[in-house]
């Protein structure tokens, strides 16, 4: 090949980098290595984790354990899904875009929002995203963040609003679901972005201060991060929301610490234009027959550059390709059980605890997940535990430790996955630590 | 001809046609048994869902021959070349998906305690040396979810240290052959971008770029090696210039595995570079993502890292989720969690499977290989830049002029001949962009039909066979889509009063 | 024929009184391909020349339509929301955009007319 190219040797072909930076020979990493030797070295840092299949384990905060149906992870790993590149070339992407554009539908349906796109990188980005999009539609500068809304999303969102000159006015975090934010919309307001349920568990119907959003020319932004609480709980769109943040991990993707998942995201028809991230249309070929392009793309960075939507270039495939196979297997009959089964298994969970000394459940309302009030600092307990191999929930603390008054909540979610046997071995820890 | 014949089904032999889950609806089916819910009282408070949702039911079977119908309508690397240049589809090894499924990987919550995780920081912290040690750099924020998500993260980085300077400046230069995210990038860092015009090398022109640097610029982002597949020869005086006017050099690494074991971008005064591990280290595409953006750092740069980041205290390691938790001054978080974790996994076992020894040699056949197809193929194609080219080669499309062929039809003439096309009308400095990437894992015989096939398309284009050409695709499942109904009448969902498309 | 005048960015401005009509000119129709897309200023809006007064997208391409002169928008083609292939068919005609009132006529003495446009257009 070299001869043909015409060059002497590899490093003729190196010749434009400047010399003083090229280097030799191999850097001072490890050499190759075989299968065996690299499933041993990973497999050695894997096993030094507490993993949620081998304990009692109650945690959620945004990221939560389900049971990923057997044909789920063995479809999203056939070559032609997991090694295709985003679809381009709609002739021979056929697959890829008619499992987006079902994905889009029931992102829309579960939602009740009239269009969704093919997914964004995960629930935090696609809440600040929804954020900025209200920004632009409305012309607006101010967003009002909830209480009841994560504090990662909340993160997210202030750190990409700080450049931008928009302003984010945090609401301090809301344990009871009590805030009132009507009260702090004013003619600058571009949105209100809620959480339900709440960072806390709590579920609340925004259908009223939707129409104050309304009324006052803002939009409602709603954040779902638990999305099998929509099997059961009064959608967004049911309730006015205009755009629809939320995280999918719960169908089809597994814990992985925390990513990669996927982000959905859903709006009213009318905000389409202003919408990030890529989207699926059906078309018809050029013998008549149905099809799927990527389409509206002239709101992306590839064609607007500085003025896009969004910088975003990649949608997080695999993983909404996972949720929509999950949610499918699942359907209309097996979404909505598994959303009951979820709840129900909390509520066993909530009056088991509520009962234990020092223990209080402050939820009136709650979907899988709900906040307890200890009678100690919730780290230390959750400590405690895990030194008895119970992955006893998240200390709200964790994610709010400047505010004082929250050190003793913890939050604790149920889900399928939840034995009797592992609330038998909690309620016993926790009344032996507290 | 065979291709005429029309089925009573619809399908044609292997390739079945699939209507949408939506239009296999059986009403109460389901493909997962799960327990009857207990009885309890419900804790749901007033707002609950009424009425059904419209969510199809399918039995298991179904499940797996709709979405194995759907996986065989797809082009994937797997199946063969895909030589977009860009974006860098190379082979996947199945060991890295193997080992992301681990339990005690794929099993943590990324709010368990730190002590029950220590294996899972372990596996951050050796995947933020091994990415530091190959680009020569201080540090890494690990968190950006994929290559857009980084240079945000990266400019970012720098307005905040500009600003703990004292002046958080204007402008950010970005040469024109660049990626469009990174002016979208510049402008959500609140940055006005200008555009800095290429040579006849296909370089940043470094007169037209010293001439627009003013102490307002905050950063000059450059891709390196271009995306014309051009090593930036003058990149070490771009970085003086920049850094004499206190301005930092942003570096869009997209096209690391040109140079991976063999060049460290700290090396070349790079300040700021994000990596693409779905790109050089070979995690999987997935149809679109999930990716993963690391951002490796200067010195001058770490302090600013955002949140959260893994630091090694004693024998073990910690994870700093909050400001005052760590001695730096994170100018924000981008993203929930901890980064994209089992992407980490995957580019992990891909470098420890490469090793140092692997990885230079990998940059090297990409090199080897991009520059056979420009040797076999610059006598009939149109070369905008003379090489040697790095791991991708451009070529234009005046070879197709006065041949009533467009780049896009001699595209999808490719299509037919079962290779995915290359990257078109990319980068924007040349007219009709052809832009060819084979990677290392092509093997020669691979490389020798591919050329053949497209010396032979280009010969069949000047010879006036635009017929061909207009016609193709022909031999898919699919022939060409209408792209503008789809654009000026949105059908973006399913919807159960919607009249059927012709069949 | 009414007074055409014509801007380097390809829109063309024809004045009634003191209110041009303003469009995209056939070339620039031509280098957009199938338009897909259409945003139109709303009625009352002021404009100052050279500032972004519509959008015009195709499949492949975006593009701003520029006010080509200062002014008052008196009235908006909406028509061309829900069909945008009226530009590609009559970029002169039915494809206009909006209607301007102008503050200062002068300012269309140093646009184009129709024949040195064609002649730019020639150029490029």
New interface residues.
């Given amino acids: 090949m070299l001869a043909a190219i015409g060059a002497d040797s590899i490093e003729e072909l190196f010749k434009d980098v400047p010399a003083a930076a090229l280097l030799d020979e191999a850097m001072a990493l490890p050499p190759h290595a075989g299968e065996l030797e690299v499933e041993r070295a990973i497999s050695v840092m894997a096993d030094k984790n507490l993993h949620a299949g081998a304990v009692p384990f109650f945690l959620g905060a945004g990221n939560y354990r389900h049971h990923i149906p057997a044909s789920a992870d063995h479809l999203i790993q056939r070559g032609e899904f997991l090694t295709a590149y985003t679809p381009y070339q709609p002739e021979v992407s056929q697959g890829t875009l008619q499992a987006v554009f079902e994905f889009q539908t029931q992102v829309a349906l579960i939602t009740d929002m009239e269009v969704a796109n093919a997914s964004l990188y995960d629930g935090a980005t696609a809440c600040s995203e929804g954020a900025m999009m209200a920004c632009r539609v409305t012309r607006r500068s101010k967003v009002i963040l909830s209480g009841s809304v994560h504090p990662h999303y909340g993160e997210v969102t202030r750190t990409n609003a700080q450049f931008m000159d928009l302003q984010v006015e945090t609401l301090p975090a809301d344990p009871f679901g009590s805030e009132d934010l009507a009260g702090h919309l004013d003619e600058n307001t571009a949105c209100v972005v809620v959480q339900n349920p709440g960072f806390f568990g709590q579920i609340r119907d925004y259908t009223e201060l939707a129409q104050a959003c309304h009324d006052a020319g803002a939009l409602l932004v709603m954040v779902v991060n638990e999305v099998v609480s929509l099997g059961l709980v009064k959608a967004p769109g049911a309730m006015g929301a205009d755009i629809v943040a939320a995280e999918g991990q719960s169908l089809g993707n597994p814990l992985t610490f925390g990513g990669p998942h996927v982000g959905l995201f859903a709006v009213r028809e009318r905000l389409l234009r202003q919408m990030p991230g890529r989207l699926a249309g059906e078309t018809v070929d050029e013998d008549g027959k149905r099809g799927w392009v990527l389409t509206l793309s002239t709101r992306e960075q590839h064609i607007r550059r500085e003025k896009a939507t969004s910088n975003i270039c990649t949608n997080s495939g695999l993983c909404a390709l996972a949720f929509t196979i999950h949610l499918t297997l699942l359907g209309e009959a097996g979404f909505t059980r598994l959303a009951k089964l979820n709840h129900a298994k909390a509520v066993q969970l909530a009056d088991r605890l509520d009962v234990l000394e020092g223990v209080e459940v402050i939820n009136d309302t709650f979907f899988n997940e709900f906040t307890l009030r200890l009678a100690k600092p919730a780290a230390a307990v959750v400590e405690a535990l895990a030194e008895r191999n119970i992955l006893a929930g998240v200390p709200v603390s964790r994610l709010l430790p400047s505010d004082g008054t929250l050190d003793n909540l913890l939050l604790v979610a149920a889900t399928e996955t939840t034995k009797d046997a592992d609330v038998d071995t909690l309620c016993t820890g926790l009344a032996e630590v507290l | 001809m065979a291709d005429d014949l029309q089925t009573i089904t619809g399908h044609r032999g292997l390739v079945m046609e699939e209507p949408l889950i939506f239009e296999q609806d059986a009403p109460g089916r389901t493909a997962v048994d799960l327990p009857e819910p207990p009885d309890v009282a419900d804790r749901l408070g007033s707002a609950v869902r009424e009425g059904p949702i419209g969510l199809p039911g399918l039995s298991e079977p179904q499940v797996i021959r709709h979405y194995l119908r759907l996986s065989q309508k797809n082009f994937s690397i797997d199946a063969g070349m895909y030589p977009l240049g860009s974006c860098t589809m190379k082979h996947n090894p199945r060991i890295n998906e193997k080992l992301a499924r681990l339990p005690g990987l794929a099993g943590i919550h990324p709010l368990q305690p730190q002590s029950t995780v220590q294996g899972a920081f372990e596996l951050m912290a050796v995947t933020a040396e091994w990415l530091t040690t190959l680009t020569g750099m201080a540090g890494v924020a690990m968190s950006p979810a994929a290559g857009a998500h980084g240079e945000l993260t990266g400019l970012m980085t720098i307005r905040a240290a500009l600003e703990a300077a004292g002046n958080a400046r204007k402008r950010v230069l970005v040469p024109e052959s660049a990626h469009g995210t990174n002016p979208a990038s510049a402008h959500m860092c609140g940055y006005s971008v200008e555009s800095i015009p290429a040579d006849e090398r296909g370089r940043v022109d470094l007169a037209a770029f010293k001439e627009n640097l003013t102490d307002d610029v905050a950063a000059i982002m450059i891709t390196n090696p271009n995306t014309c597949g051009l090593f930036e020869n003058e990149i070490i005086q771009i970085a003086e210039a920049a850094h004499a006017v206190g301005a930092y050099v942003y570096c869009d690494g997209a096209n690391f595995n040109a140079i991976v074991g063999r060049v460290r971008p700290g090396d070349l005064g790079i300040d700021c570079m994000h990596l693409n591990l779905h790109k050089t280290f070979s995690t999987p595409h997935g149809g679109g993502g999930p990716g993963a953006g690391p951002v490796v750092l200067s010195e001058a740069l770490m302090p600013f890292a955002p949140l959260p980041y893994v630091i090694r205290e004693g024998e073990g390691f910690r994870l700093v989720e909050h400001a005052e938790d760590g001695d730096g001054a994170p100018y924000g978080r981008m993203k929930g969690f901890h980064g994209q974790f089992g992407v980490f996994v995957r580019a992990l076992a891909y470098m420890m499977s490469m090793g140092a020894d692997g990885l230079r040699q990998a940059s090297s056949d990409a090199v080897l290989n991009a520059n056979y197809l420009l040797a076999r193929l610059s006598d009939l194609l149109t070369l905008p830049f003379p090489g040697p080219c790095m791991h991708e080669v451009l070529f234009d499309d005046h070879f197709l002029h006065g041949t009533g062929v467009t780049t896009l039809d001699f595209a999808k003439a490719m299509i037919d001949e079962g290779f995915h096309p290359m990257t078109m009308y990319f980068p924007l400095v040349v007219h009709g962009a052809l832009l060819m990437e084979p990677t290392e894992t092509e093997s020669k015989e691979t490389l020798d039909q591919f050329i053949m096939t497209i010396r032979s398309l280009a010969e069949r284009a000047r010879d006036g066979e635009v017929d061909h050409f207009k016609q193709a695709p022909r031999l898919t499942p699919w022939r060409r889509l209408d792209e503008t109904t789809a654009a000026r009448s949105p059908v973006l969902r399913w919807r159960p009063d919607l009249p059927q498309a012709a069949e | 024929m009414a007074d055409v005048k014509y801007t380097e960015e390809h829109e063309w401005i024809e004045m009634d009184g003191d209110i041009g009509t303003v469009g995209i000119s056939d070339f620039a129709q031509e280098q957009l391909g199938?338009v897909?897309?259409v945003?139109v200023p709303d009625v009352g809006k002021k404009f100052t020349k050279g500032e972004e007064a519509a959008v015009v997208?195709?499949?492949?391409?975006?593009s701003e339509v520029y006010a080509p002169v200062d002014g008052e928008i008196v009235e908006a083609n909406t028509d061309l929301v829900d069909e945008?292939?009226r530009v590609n068919a009559d970029a002169r005609g039915e494809g206009w955009f909006f209607k301007i009132q102008l503050k200062d006529e002068t300012q269309l003495d140093d646009l184009m007319d129709e024949e040195a446009y064609l002649a730019y257009v020639a150029d490029l």
């Fill in positions: 199938d897909v897309f945003e997208e195709s499949v492949k391409a975006a945008p292939e």
